[in-house]
């Protein structure tokens, strides 16, 4: 299932609309007729085509749903990693912190008016006016709330989005600035630090056994006595890993 | 805390009744031409308000005698025994102001000249303490009624109070939103849809007032309710929201809690379908086994979907429900299985208005998982 493209034109603003409801998104789209400067370039109707979409297309404005099927808006954002004004269009009040955190331009409460939907649009226009532009990374951290941990992990592979849930990860590994994921045998990478990924996760679950390494506990099959204060962790499927002193600390406090 | 003693205004009007049957006393006395007004005054007034504060004890005895709850024969002795006892306190009190009035202030021969009086005495104040009594227990009723009148309002606000919170629990106010603004958006495009959705809105909502007021309802009004929420949910994910109802006909009689599906129904949606690409369909079933109603609902689930506690929080206001209603004879089970998510209630099957308790039904467990 892909989205639709209606054209392009570098002149004008290219907007996204996402929402899962087509009713949603037509009003969208009837208020948007009227400001002949906004070009609608996609609608998608769940977060993988959102991101799909962006990344494609590189849209400078979106117009994002937060409850959808597969991603929320939030997890779009985290995806997308590409400074783009966003305005929130949803019925629930409970984000609007949240999505002034990810510096978004507006927040629209359905049902909203006409008029309500102008003023947005000149917020939105006059930020991109500016030409603003924010760092990825601070609207990555943003996204996630403090001392909130993660229930699955996103990674983006051009425009691919695979969601992997913590239960199915094995262990992380830091590599540069990215983190491969192991998880049902397959590595993902991910540009992340592992010292920012290790705050997200589960620490019952996950532990930062070396400098490299985050494990899950639940794959762990025994440690053996590698070189002097040098351990090794022999996963379930054979695999071996480097468990520092400080690392085996932890494993032995948490088992 | 005593009624008199407890309120200045109270113990002032009392001490005043007794001032003035003092006076009244000292006038028979003086009037008798036995004592002089300043014998008759300094004997009867101090005397009288004494009496009056040990009157204030029969308060204790009413207490522990309502008028309400004892028979008229056992108040009646009770309290003439109480009398007798403060009569007696009451003489010996008396005495003592006797004897000092006549050592100290020199009214000689008053003890004797009491004495002659002693019948009158005794029987006036046998009068007023009956009078005391009936004061009390006038109170202590005025009060009781006072306090059942008080607790009556508390009881209709909290339960009025519990009754909005129940429908608030129930009807998911962004499902009122997000209705809006399905209209909002028809109203250019579909004006006989915007009046087909605000017309099935208004069939939900009075439903959902009128029905979810009583104390239980028909399964098959329960189901139309069901029913007219997913309706309106329809036009928001259009194809996406199929429905499938498989109601046998003997249980559409059976009594239910009102509204006791709509958060399944409502979970059904937002944590089953909204998340599935291209939907699915909820499956609504009743069948009447033995002396249990078993009501089932299934609905697919991605099992990528983030998962939350909101889900979870409306099978826990079920359970609760279910628990306060029928304790250990209802059932509710959560379970996911192969991507679908089955809902399984089991109630004891009833007909008539009338509470039976039916034979045990399977017996009461925890959710088993949480609705992501």
Redesign the interface.
Same mark, same amino acid.
């Given at each position: 299932m892909g989205f639709r493209i209606f054209g392009e034109s570098m002149q004008t603003i290219q907007a996204i609309i996402v929402d899962d409801e087509d009713l949603a998104r037509s009003i969208i789209r009837e208020y948007l007729a009227e400001h002949a400067e906004i070009q609608i370039v996609a609608e998608c109707s769940n977060g993988f085509e959102a991101v799909k979409a962006a990344t494609e297309l590189k849209p400078d404005l979106v117009f994002l749903d937060v409850q959808m099927p597969k991603l929320n808006g939030f997890e779009v954002l985290e995806l997308i990693e590409r400074d783009l004004v966003v305005i929130f269009v949803t019925a629930y009040e409970q984000y609007a912190v949240k999505a002034f955190e990810v510096h978004a331009v507006d927040y629209l409460l359905k049902p909203f008016s006409r008029e309500r939907f102008d003023e947005a649009l000149v917020r939105a226009e006059e930020k991109l006016a500016r030409r603003e532009v924010l760092p990825s990374a601070e609207i990555i951290k943003a996204t996630r709330s403090k001392g909130e941990t993660v229930e699955r992990i996103l990674v983006r592979d051009g425009s691919r989005v695979f969601v992997i849930p913590a239960e199915k990860i094995d262990y992380i590994e830091a590599q540069d600035d990215y983190v491969a994921i192991k998880s049902e045998g397959t590595l993902r990478l991910k540009k992340q630090r592992l010292a920012d990924l290790e705050t997200l996760l589960d620490a019952k679950r996950f532990v930062r056994i070396h400098r490299s390494y985050i494990l899950n506990v639940e794959r762990l099959a025994r440690i053996e006595l590698y070189a002097k204060d040098s351990r090794m962790a022999i996963l379930k499927d054979g695999t071996q890993l480097q468990v520092s002193r400080t690392g085996y600390d932890k494993l032995k406090a948490l088992l | 805390m005593h009624p008199i003693l407890a309120n200045q205004e109270r113990l002032g009007i009392y001490l005043l009744g007794w001032l003035i049957f003092g006076t009244m006393l000292a006038a028979v006395l003086a009037l008798s031409h036995d004592f002089s007004w300043t014998e008759a005054l300094a004997l009867a007034l101090p005397i009288t308000i004494v009496y009056g504060a040990i009157c204030l004890s029969t308060w204790y005895v009413c207490r522990v005698y309502p008028l309400q709850k004892t028979p008229f024969s056992q108040v009646l002795l009770v309290q003439t025994l109480a009398g007798i006892v403060t009569i007696v306190l009451w003489m010996m009190i008396a005495s003592g102001w006797v004897l000092i009035l006549e050592r100290s202030f020199g009214f000689t021969g008053l003890r004797t000249r009491v004495l002659a009086k002693a019948p009158l005495l005794i029987g006036v104040d046998f009068i007023l303490y009956g009078l005391t009594v009936a004061v009390h227990y006038l109170i202590i009723t005025f009060e009781l009624s006072k306090e059942a009148e008080q607790r009556e309002l508390q009881s209709r606000i909290f339960a009025q109070e519990a009754e909005l919170k129940a429908l608030r629990a129930q009807i998911n106010p962004?499902f009122l939103?997000?209705s809006?603004?399905? #209209?909002?958006?028809?109203a250019?495009?579909d004006p006989a849809a915007v009046r087909a959705m605000t017309l099935r809105l208004a069939d939900f909502l009075r439903k959902s007032l009128r029905l979810g007021a009583q104390e239980s309802i028909r399964l098959d009004e329960e189901v139309s309710m069901s029913i007219s929420f997913l309706e309106i949910e329809q #036009?928001?994910?259009?194809s996406r929201l199929k429905i499938v109802q498989k109601i046998d006909d003997v249980c559409r009689n059976c009594l239910v809690p009102p509204l006791i599906l709509q958060p399944l129904i409502e979970n059904a949606v937002h944590h089953g379908i909204?998340?599935?690409?291209d939907g699915g369909t909820i499956t609504l079933e009743s069948e009447w086994r033995g002396s249990v109603l078993h009501i089932k609902i299934e609905n697919p689930v991605?099992p990528?979907r983030?998962?939350n506690r909101k889900g979870g929080l409306g099978l826990e206001n079920v359970s609760k429900r279910l628990r306060a209603i029928y304790k250990d004879d209802a059932r509710l089970q959560a379970e996911e299985r192969d991507n679908i998510f089955h809902t399984d209630l089991w109630i004891p099957a009833q007909t008539s208005t009338e509470f039976h308790r039916s034979s045990p039904a399977p017996t009461f467990s925890k959710v088993t998982e949480q609705h992501g």
């Open positions: - | 962004h939103f997000n809006l603004n399905s #209209i909002s958006a028809l250019t495009q #036009i928001r994910y259009g909204a998340h599935m690409l991605d990528d983030p998962r």
